[in-house]
């Protein structure tokens, strides 16, 4: 019963975000230009409920943000790596840290909407050269929209990512950065004379790309714990639903619809997961889902 009282609070959360997410800043363009533009909902869930902080832009160790300057849409994730927690730093600071960081930086105008690895970088230095450093690690993975151009720029580094589905089909998405299994690219903030102890990346090692997008496309940001988990057909058939949708509560209600769907099978002891299939691709014996925080930033596009 506990369980569900969370659950309730959790999508009740999840829903408030989804509906009044952006951050909205820069002037209006009031041109008459047939313009682009995003309609985008969030969801997610801690991995641990019992002991889940709720915190604005944040599922457990996970962070997102959604912002707007003038033709730009910016939305971003990250994940926090949760080792760090093992010696006392909450793996949550650094990634809601870096994600607040983006979104200042998108707000002050402070980024070219073509770049956002660039975007990542200044935020990861502004976070490195403060004299109250966070520490910690974590993946993230940025997408501008240009509603000008319709032009859409991402930047992804580790496991997190996105997905495009246009007419039924995955047109784009991001590729896992692995150093090895389980082991992805990351950012990073170690303590004082650890540096070369700590996997750290730089943020310039973000895998980038750019693609036109169209009028009904669906995009999908999320961390690991949903594509650990998810198989992408599941995912597809979710996604399909709401192309060419521009109802927020519609949009709400998918993302709500595959953050539940994580959920259950990361905690699914027989079901055989991508997470799985991917450690025996390399050789571990495996079965069942990852538990893991779960974060869906789930948008369509509007031409």
Not at 1 to 27: D, K
Not at 91 to 115: D, H, I, T
Not at 263 to 279: C, E, G
């Amino acid at each position: 019963m506990q369980s569900i009282v969370w659950t309730g609070r959790l999508l009740s959360r999840a829903l408030w975000n989804g509906l009044s997410n952006y951050t909205n800043c820069g002037e209006q363009n009031l041109s008459r230009k047939r313009e682009s533009r995003i309609v985008s909902a969030v969801c997610g869930f801690p991995k641990e409920l019992s002991h889940a902080k709720f915190r604005k832009g944040q599922f457990g160790d996970d962070a997102y943000f959604t912002a707007k300057y003038k033709s730009a849409e910016v939305i971003g994730v990250a994940d926090g790596v949760g080792g760090w927690r093992h010696y006392g730093i909450d793996p949550g600071e650094f990634s809601s840290s870096l994600m607040r960081a983006c979104e200042r930086l998108v707000c002050n105008g402070r980024f070219a909407p073509s770049e956002p690895a660039a975007l990542l970088a200044s935020s990861y230095y502004e976070l490195l050269e403060d004299k109250r450093p966070v520490l910690g690690s974590t993946t993230a993975c940025v997408v501008v929209l240009n509603r000008e151009t319709h032009m859409a720029y991402t930047a992804n580094i580790g496991d997190s990512g996105f997905v495009v589905v246009r007419r039924g089909q995955v047109v784009h998405r991001s590729e896992e950065q692995q150093h090895y299994f389980n082991t992805p690219f990351q950012l990073s903030m170690p303590p004082p004379g650890h540096t070369g102890l700590v996997l750290s990346d730089r943020p310039e090692a973000a895998d980038t790309s750019n693609f036109p997008v169209e009028d009904g496309d669906v995009i999908l940001l999320a961390t690991d714990g949903v594509f650990d988990n998810v198989p992408d057909q599941l995912l597809l058939a979710e996604l399909c639903k709401i192309q060419g949708e521009s109802d927020p509560l519609k949009i709400q209600g998918v993302a709500n619809s595959i953050a539940l769907m994580a959920r259950a099978l990361a905690f699914d002891s027989n079901f055989l997961s991508p997470f799985a299939q991917n450690a025996r691709h390399n050789g571990i014996e495996a079965i069942g889902g990852k538990p893991d925080d779960i974060t869906v930033l789930l948008a369509t596009v509007t031409i």
